[in-house]
């Protein structure tokens, strides 16, 4: 079996979010981590990898730098890493970016394509259906459990306070929820063979199945109006009670705001 994980680097929000002028996020300027949601696909992969002997090769769209996540998931116990990065694919939004990654997967062999449910970056869960459409296969959202069964795939699929029991035939594209599992960490063994490792590289002018018109900022129908990071209100200066003056500060401010 061979699974292909699309994972994404995304900016580590703890160390500050920095913008372009155009309103794209400054990735070259920022921490980055791989995003939640994708580390629990990979590690739904690697725990199929385990079960079954998969092969696990981990996509990635984005800058240079992202060859760090990829190394990464090399070291969890991933078999390859690909980095699909472009000038002209930058500023992509998500019509542009599944449109690439598609256009990337058509160029390898799989059976099952996992992605993240969303990235922390962006919130909106359309990469990985999206995905599925370029590439005509089923897709099953939301997974909080994965199972093989032959040539199909059974998943729960979350739902409000319950769950659907889901089964498709493989090929098909599955979205994991952060809540699938619990990642496992790297090993110094797999962090040596990881950084040894040779990553693949693609350019535009190897994504032979894609239209220019749908890559990069140019391609991307969703435009940004306005972007900023978090603003302190300066009308509201820090105050520092104790610990009873400050419960009754904040019981006052929630009546006042019609809160509580």
Known sequence: MKIVVCIKQVPDTKGGVKFNP??????????????????????????????????????TMGLPKADEVLREALAMGADKGILVTDRVLGGADTWATSSTIAAAIRNLEY????????????????????????????????????????????????????????????????????????PRYMTPGGIFDAYDAEITVWGRNDLKDLDDANIGLAGSPTKIAKASDKVRNATNPPVTLDAGEAVTYIMDKLTEKHII
Do not use: W
């Not at 994708?38 to 199929?48: H, I, Q």
């Not at 059976?111 to 970056?121: H, K, S, V």
């Not at 997974?143 to 032959?150: E, L, P, R, S, T």
């Open 111 to 182: 059976d099952l394509i996992i992605t993240g449910r969303q990235a922390i970056d962006g919130d909106t869960a359309q990469v990985g259906p999206q995905i599925s459409e370029h590439l005509d296969i089923p897709v099953i959202s939301y997974a909080q459990d994965i199972k093989i069964d032959g040539d199909y795939v059974i998943v729960q699929r979350q739902f409000d306070d319950r769950y659907h029991v889901l089964k498709a035939k493989m090929p098909c594209v599955i979205t994991a929820l952060s809540e699938l599992n619990e």
């Open 22 to 59: 155009d309103g794209t996020l400054d990735r070259g300027a920022m921490l980055a981590i791989m995003n939640p949601d994708d580390k629990a696909g990979l590690e739904a992969a690697l725990r199929l990898k385990d079960e079954y002997g998969a092969e696990v090769t981990v996509v």
